[in-house]
């Protein structure tokens, strides 16, 4: 009898460990097509679209969650300030793609990295190109996965016309 509750404590162990890298994978997805919401075709989205968007990704954060763009971006720690920060995009464009999830789990914490490759335009409608990755901490709150913090770590950003050869050569 002790074998099979040992046996069936692992198996709850593997499901709650795969759901939850589901949850994570979903929660990840969400808050890209939230930020992504704040454009359209290639513009700024209408003010109402642009604050629910913020608003929405902002609340994929815990309460005291950290929304941390780097030195270029800057950083925001609390639901409000990470969806005052969102609603005032750098940029007049992006689309966020995110690859390569490598995810730990324990408990009602994890940790993430994805990487991210993302087209842009400027306010000046400059294409570029930015590489980088996102190192995500997440805590499951009553059930549900959320960001804790998100910091992006950016590897290059080229414009489109010229490419990132240059960049390694």
């Not at 709850?12 to 808050?31: N, P, T, V």
């Not at 730990?104 to 842009?120: E, K, N, Q, S, Y």
């Amino acid at each position: 009898m002790d074998e099979l509750v040992e046996r069936l404590g692992r198996l709850e162990h593997r499901i709650d460990e795969a759901e939850s890298r589901l949850a994570i994978f979903e929660l990840k997805a969400r808050y890209g097509d939230a930020v992504d919401r704040r454009f359209h075709r290639g513009n700024l989205a209408e003010p109402a679209v642009m604050t629910a968007a913020a608003t929405e990704a902002s609340l994929m954060f815990t309460p005291d969650g950290v929304w941390d763009g780097g030195p270029a971006l800057g950083r925001s720690v609390g639901r409000d300030a990470i969806a005052e920060r969102l609603a005032r995009p750098t940029l007049r464009f992006s689309r966020h793609l995110f690859v390569k999830p490598r995810l730990t789990i324990d408990g009602d914490t994890a940790m993430g990295r994805w990487d991210l490759l993302v087209p842009c335009l400027d306010h000046d409608g400059g294409a570029t190109w930015m590489a980088g990755y996102e190192d995500d901490t997440y805590r499951r709150i009553d059930g549900v996965w959320l960001h804790a913090t998100m910091q992006l770590t950016t590897f290059f950003v080229a414009p489109v016309t010229e490419g990132w050869g240059r960049i390694f050569a």
